[in-house]
């Protein structure tokens, strides 16, 4: 079974969190769920949704989701030696991406990224912020120099969505193809 760690920050656009997670419980992964104080805030706002709440319900369905103290510097995922084979914030405030490539490891979603990056797991941050300025290009710049990959919230439109949720899932199946997990979440561009 895979493990995964799932980072949620306070940037807009915790319903992306709230799909890849929907979406790879049922494929039998195994999740372990950090989240910032406003990561809360924002998915409550955003979406309606307390998330230790809507984690104890999914609880009952799938034994695989923890939702992990984010102080908790004695995590299983806080050590190098635990083996999850991939880290994924989303979505990846500029504070939370800029602590990262600093490697100010000061909570267990930042150390998770760090240990990600030192044991050479992927890394896949989901950038939420526009415009860009030139801090969080160069920090960008310097953690895909270290072979983080960004895939920033920026979805496309050749699979002619119809709704909210289309778009959402152009962005999932993405950040999945990445990570080689086959999904059928938007039709894949193609000759024809």
């Not at 999914?58 to 004695?74: G, N, P, R, V």
């Not at 797991?121 to 860009?132: D, H």
Request: net charge neutral.
């Amino acid at each position: 079974m895979k493990k995964i760690v799932i980072g949620i920050t306070g940037a807009s656009g915790s319903i992306y969190a709230k799909r890849i997670i929907e979406v790879l419980l049922p494929m039998g992964y195994e999740l372990h769920v950090i989240c910032t104080e406003n990561g809360r805030k924002v998915m409550k706002y955003e979406t309606g949704t307390d998330i230790d709440e809507w984690i104890k319900h999914l609880k009952d369905h799938y034994a695989t989701i923890h939702i992990e103290d984010i102080q908790d510097m004695f995590s299983g995922v806080a050590s190098g030696s635990y083996p999850y084979d991939a880290v994924i914030i989303i979505p990846c405030s500029m504070g939370t991406l800029a602590e990262i490539s600093q490697g100010y490891a000061k909570n267990l979603l930042t150390r998770a990224a760090d240990v990600a990056i030192k044991e050479n797991r992927k890394l896949i941050i989901v950038p939420r912020e526009t415009p860009f300025n030139a801090i969080h290009l160069e920090n960008m710049l310097k953690l895909s120099r270290l072979g983080v990959a960004l895939i920033p919230a920026m979805p496309g439109f050749y699979h002619h969505p119809q709704s909210v949720q289309d778009i959402v899932d152009f962005v999932v199946g993405k950040i999945l193809d990445y990570l080689s997990i086959e999904n059928n979440l938007f039709k894949k561009w193609r000759n024809e």
